[in-house]
C-alpha cells in the first residue's frame, strides 16, 4: 500500500527559507486531499495547508502568505515551500492524505486524514 516519506528538514536561521518534500511510494488515489500539519513539542498538531483534488489551496492563518503548498505534475511529490521562518516554526512537519469529503471544503482537520508519514524536523533559531 502507498506510504508517505517527508525530507528536508533542516536547522535554519529566522528570516529563512526551505523547502521540505513528500514522497508517495505509490498511487495517491482520486478525489483526495493533501495536507501539512505540524507538532511542536508539548503542542497540538496544527494543520497548517491543503490542496484538495481540485487543486485548491488553503493555508492556516499562521503560516498565510509565508508557506506555500505543492505538488508534481506527475503527482508523486507534495512539497511545502516556507519562507520568512520563525522561531514559532520550530516542530516536525508531516504530510497526510484524506479521503474526507470535508476536506474539499479546506477544512485542515487531523482527524478527517487517515495515512500519515512519520515526519521531518524543522528547527528555526
Known amino acids: 500500500h502507498v506510504q508517505l516519506v517527508e525530507s528536508g528538514g533542516d536547522s535554519v536561521q529566522a528570516g529563512g527559507s526551505l523547502k521540505v518534500s513528500c514522497q508517495f511510494t505509490g498511487y495517491i488515489g482520486d478525489n483526495v486531499c493533501m495536507g501539512w500539519f505540524r507538532q511542536a513539542p508539548n503542542r497540538e498538531r496544527e494543520g497548517i495547508a491543503l490542496m484538495n483534488s481540485e487543486g485548491e489551496t488553503f493555508y492556516a492563518d499562521s503560516v498565510k502568505g509565508r508557506f506555500t503548498i505543492s505538488q508534481d505534475s506527475a503527482k508523486t511529490t507534495l512539497y511545502l515551500q516556507m519562507n520568512a521562518l520563525k522561531p514559532e516554526d520550530t516542530a516536525m512537519y508531516y504530510c497526510?492524505?484524506?479521503?474526507?469529503?470535508?476536506?474539499?471544503?479546506?477544512?485542515?482537520?487531523?482527524?478527517?486524514?487517515?495515512?500519515w508519514g512519520q515526519g521531518t524536523q524543522v528547527t528555526v533559531s
Open positions: 497526510a492524505r484524506s479521503e474526507n469529503p470535508g476536506c474539499l471544503l479546506g477544512i485542515i482537520r487531523a482527524s478527517y486524514f487517515e495515512l
